[in-house]
């Protein structure tokens, strides 16, 4: 297994991510304690090597999901044949959605149906902006006919995998269990009414997931100096842009690599995380460059599948 060093990181990245084997695992994160899996970098744009927005806590045993772009399910069973048992398909029973574009929820389906097909017992456990309720009865309603017939033929499937329970958050604790005490704090996504950033506070780790962010000091306040603050960006000099409408978009929706530096400065994080890098039809090194001029803390450009 040869190693190989992530060639994108700015000088000071201390070991932390340095070398990454080619399972994705780095020598620190493969250590006990909480971990983060990047299972999905991508965005909209249908990049074979970004798999939809998708991202877990794995804190013991447990895998919490953030977000299920599509793909997420196989994302998952990847990570768990480079080595993290926790994110198994049919294990798989908790998610926090930040928001509700599509992108991040192509894959709740996936999430609800495959898990519960492949033996997983327990209801989904959903926790998201208020729409979600709604989407899960829809969900739910197209597929009944593929419960009924799996419930009652001869798959004899269980009668409460397939369920949801669906949590309506508002800032603040949403959860907390024995591994993880789980805090939504709400993000600027243009003109979404509602999207949220979480924060993981487990034992050993303090993670914050920014979600999809034009800036805000609301993740500032929730990193102040956190272990792992995963955020998204923007290359703005990408061709759409040149067209005022886009322009617009990113400006209000998400967060350039010259917002990215100002916020990271002043959260302070031990490690940066830049994930969902929206790439805008140029290679990510174009992105990468920009970040680097911004931020000369330890950071890191995220790969599907990476761990933190
Ligand atoms: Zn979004
Ligand atoms: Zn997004």
Known sequence: MRPKAIGL???????????????????????????????????????????????????????YLVDCGPGVVRRAAAAEKNGIPALKARDL??????????????????????????????PLEAFGPQGLKAMTEHIEAAWREDVDVRQHGFEQGNATGYRVNVHAIRPGVVYRDGNVTVTAFPVKHGNWKEAYGFTFATRDRRIVISGD???????????????????????????????????????????????????ARRAHPRLLVVYHQSLEGLPESDLVDQIKREYTGPWVSAKDLGVY
């Open 9 to 63: 990181l700015a000088v000071g990245v201390v070991a932390l991510a340095l070398v990454v084997d080619d399972r994705g695992l780095s020598a620190d994160a493969t250590s006990a304690g909480a971990r983060v899996v990047v299972l999905g970098t991508g965005n909209p744009a249908a990049d074979p090597e970004r798999s939809g927005p998708a991202v877990a806590v794995v804190v013991n045993d447990r895998a």
């Open 93 to 122: 029973n908790i998610v926090f959605i930040t928001h509700l574009h599509s992108d991040h929820t192509l894959g709740y389906p996936d999430l609800i149906f495959s898990p519960w097909v492949l033996g997983r017992k327990a």
């Open 213 to 263: 962010t034009a800036p805000t000091d609301e993740v500032v306040k929730a990193c102040d100096g956190c272990d792992v603050l995963l955020h998204e960006a923007y290359n703005p000099h990408g061709e759409e842009l040149k067209e005022a409408h886009w322009k617009e978009y990113f400006r209000t929706f998400h967060t350039s690599p010259a917002e990215l530096g100002d916020i």
